[in-house]
């Protein structure tokens, strides 16, 4: 009988214990959203592959296919800021991968995926939680330097991601270990997708990949955000580890005007020009061209390149991007000459509907001789563009944010015959240098840049 009353007692203690306890638990009211809803695929879609997708207890799971290149279950919404959450579980011999920031357009390489990746790596290079920039840039934050994130990954287990993306900062952890930092304002938006890797033929056809509670948080993100201690990666006029694999070299150091002169000048304008916040502007003064600080030249020559610069329009702006330029044949007004990528704010300047021939002074346009395709990606005013131009053998292209949107061959009959029906008509051999300088150029409208970087293409070795 005293026994009894005695492990009622407990029984009764233990109870209690676990009420008071559970009463005093903080309860999570984070307001997370599901975006998977543990049964079926709704609000996914598939692009790219044709890796297959299923749901198996209350789990996605991706399995490989032969054949078929990278495949991307795909979220229906787009995201900018968010934090997201995931658990996962890897085949060993697989990699994979979650998009983030992500975007396929038809224009884009036959609409590819392409976009930031933080990657779920279980080979022995062990960089889960890295950041990828897919099908664009390559590798942006690896995780060589972060020995504790690279031990934090279990194989053939579940696996958690944390991944926030705010403003331009992204942050990642892997089981609640940091991982990446990284700050890049390359993408500002774009879907969420679930990669399931190509495989090649000697690798088993069916390995799978799994992931489960994937939820999202996109109010409060503030309160929510947490610290991270790795020192951040900015990839603000710096070269990536696979650019400078490949040779590029940064053109402007986003600091001082070491490697730039005024086009006219034997040194850097003194006024005209303003470097601020790792953004070089050239400064408004009326539109007039050449008229403030003027148009400024690299010191060096180049011949054969890739140049690549990220421009951001001011409303009604006007400016240029030149290359082959020769300082010599323009000494009185104006800008000097050169070939010339155009940048403008196509719906206010009047240049737009200017021109020698039609639509060739609109943006990204090869300047008053070949107009950009009218279905260019351009962003809004104000915000970022990439400019990109190469210029090899005499073939060149103007691409706009990832898109080629024109390409030409220098010194051609047809070259040749547009540059007599141009404003260009005056100047002897216009474009025909073999080496020439890359220009910024001061039309008397705010324009700034940064991310001013270019390789010099080799052709006895390409």
């Known amino acids: 009988m005293k026994n009894s009353i005695f492990f009622n007692r407990i029984l009764l203690l233990c109870v209690v214990s676990l009420f008071f306890n559970c009463k005093n638990e903080p309860k999570d009211d984070t307001p997370w959203i599901n975006l998977f809803d543990g049964e079926t695929l709704n609000g996914w879609n598939q692009k790219g592959g044709i890796a297959k997708y299923t749901v198996r207890d209350g789990a996605i799971v991706g399995s490989t296919v032969h054949d078929t290149p990278n495949t991307f279950l795909t979220s229906d919404k787009m995201y900018g800021d968010f934090i997201l959450e995931l658990d996962y579980k890897v085949d060993s011999s697989m990699n994979s991968g979650i998009q983030i920031r992500s975007n396929s357009f038809p224009n884009y390489r036959d609409g590819r995926v392409h976009g930031y990746q933080v990657e779920i790596d279980p080979s022995d290079r062990a960089w889960s939680g890295g950041i990828y920039d897919e099908s664009r840039r390559g590798w942006l934050n690896p995780l060589d330097g972060n020995p504790a994130a690279q031990k934090a990954f279990k194989q053939n287990d579940w696996n958690h991601y944390r991944i926030e993306a705010i403003g331009d900062t992204l942050k990642t952890w892997i089981n609640d270990v940091p991982a990446a930092y990284l700050i890049d304002g390359k993408t500002g938006s774009g879907f969420i997708c679930l990669q399931v890797h190509e495989i090649h033929a000697d690798k088993k056809e069916g390995t799978e990949i799994i992931w489960k509670n994937v939820k999202i948080l996109t109010d409060s993100l503030a309160k929510y955000s947490r610290k991270s201690p790795i020192q951040p990666i900015n990839t603000k006029n710096q070269l990536t580890i696979d650019e400078k694999k490949k040779g590029w070299k940064l053109l402007w150091d986003g600091e001082t005007t070491d490697g730039w002169r005024g086009a006219k000048l034997d040194k850097f304008p003194e ?100 107009q950009a395709d009218t279905n260019k990606p351009i962003h809004p005013i104000g915000e970022w563009n990439t400019a990109y131009i190469i210029s090899k053998d005499n073939h060149v292209e103007h691409w706009l944010n990832d898109v080629k949107v024109l390409e030409y061959e220098r010194n051609s009959e047809e070259y040749l015959k547009l540059v007599s029906e141009s404003k260009y008509e005056k100047w002897p051999n216009f474009g025909a240098l073999e080496k020439g300088q890359i220009l910024l150029q001061d039309h008397g409208d705010l324009v700034s840049f940064k991310n001013v970087k270019i390789r010099p293409i080799n052709t006895i070795n390409e």
């Not at 003064?285 to 060096?300: F, K, L, M, Q, R």
């Not at 409303?315 to 000097?336: F, W």
């Open 271 to 370: 006024t005209g020009w303003k470097i601020e916040d790792g953004t070089l502007s050239v400064l408004a003064s009326g539109g007039g061209e050449s008229t403030a600080g003027g148009d400024i030249v690299t010191n060096e020559l180049y011949a054969d390149f890739e140049l690549t610069v990220d421009f951001k329009l001011t409303p009604g702006a006007n400016s240029g991007i030149k290359y082959y330029v020769d300082t010599e044949l323009n000494k009185g007004d104006g800008s000097s000459i050169g070939l010339e990528y155009q940048i403008l704010d196509d719906a206010l300047h009047p240049d737009a509907k200017l021109g020698n021939h039609d639509g060739s002074r609109t943006v990204s346009s090869l300047y008053d001789l070949i």
